[in-house]
């Protein structure tokens, strides 16, 4: 084809008034290009022009090297990078899906676990579990140094602190158990044995450290939970999308600007 101006960079193609005449690349050089570049990046043509300043990088760049450049940067429109980024967030919604379906189980799931504060026989024992809530009573202990673990003393100050407080401390108990009892969940244990409580006051500001813990155990006459629904369900909805984006990394991966700027060269060379 004919071309009065390049179909890439505009400069004029033919004599030039002065210095040597610029003329559109080699077919052969032209069809390596075509094998080497996105179908949506390339022009029908390029010239002697677009193939000159292998290091020339800016904004508005006509030449093949900097153009390439800012389409693989994304400064250009480049739909693969576009497609990515889709893709991409589909992927964290659907993981945001995930979690979602995971944390409905475990709560459902978590109000069949069983805890004992002795260990009964016959449970298999899995592993230490634990989990804390700071609950803020209120209260005002004159001892700020004072990290009392002894539950008299929560109860003697909560008696003169008022209800609320005792509110607020059951409240506690109950998150920090709903809390262990997810724990256990994600061990894939059904019951909780050896199980403790201990407080520690925080600095005397009213802050108290609910801790508890205790050994996570199967007992195998009673259900465990199991993800394997949810897992395969998930992997199946994000394969494909995982293979799409890596599809499209190994793509880019195989096309750098270096090895553009290789083939470049080497065409150059061989003139
Ligand atoms: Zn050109």
């Known amino acids: 084809m ?38 949506d990046f390339i022009k029908s043509g390029y010239c002697g022009k677009c193939v000159e300043d292998l290091e020339t990088v800016y904004f508005e760049a006509t030449n093949l090297y900097g153009r390439y450049h800012n389409y693989l940067i994304g400064n250009n429109v ?24 995971k944390k409905k189980l475990v709560e459902a799931f978590s109000k069949d676990i069983v805890i004992y504060s002795n260990t009964p026989k016959d449970i298999d024992l899995v592993g230490y ?35 609320k407080s005792d509110e607020l401390l059951t409240k506690g108990f109950e998150d920090s158990k709903k809390y262990i009892r997810y724990n256990t969940c994600l061990k894939k244990c059904n019951t909780i044995v050896d199980f403790k409580h201990s407080f520690s006051e925080l600095a005397g500001n009213g802050k108290i450290l609910i801790y508890s813990q205790g050994t996570a155990g199967i007992d195998k006459n009673r259900p465990v939970i199991s993800f ?3 897992e395969e369900s998930n992997k199946k909805k994000t394969e494909s999308i995982k293979t799409q984006i890596k599809e499209i990394e190994d793509y880019f991966a195989s096309r750098t600007l270096t090895d553009l700027k290789a083939l470049i060269e080497s065409e150059l060379k061989a003139v």
């Open 2 to 39: 004919n071309y009065k101006n390049c179909p890439n960079c505009n400069a004029k193609i033919g004599k030039s008034l002065m210095g040597k005449p610029n003329e559109l690349v080699s077919q052969d050089f032209y069809q390596k290009l075509k094998d080497f570049l996105p179908d």
């Open 129 to 163: 579990v634990e989990s804390f809530q700071v609950v803020n009573s209120g209260m005002w202990s004159t001892a700020s140094d004072n990290f009392n673990p002894l539950i008299s003393v929560v109860h003697d100050q909560l008696a003169s602190a008022g209800s």
């Open 228 to 230: 394997t629904a949810i």
């Open 78 to 101: 480049n739909i693969h990078l576009n497609e990515k980024k889709v893709l991409e967030g589909t992927l964290k919604n659907r993981e945001q899906c995930f979690e979602a379906e």
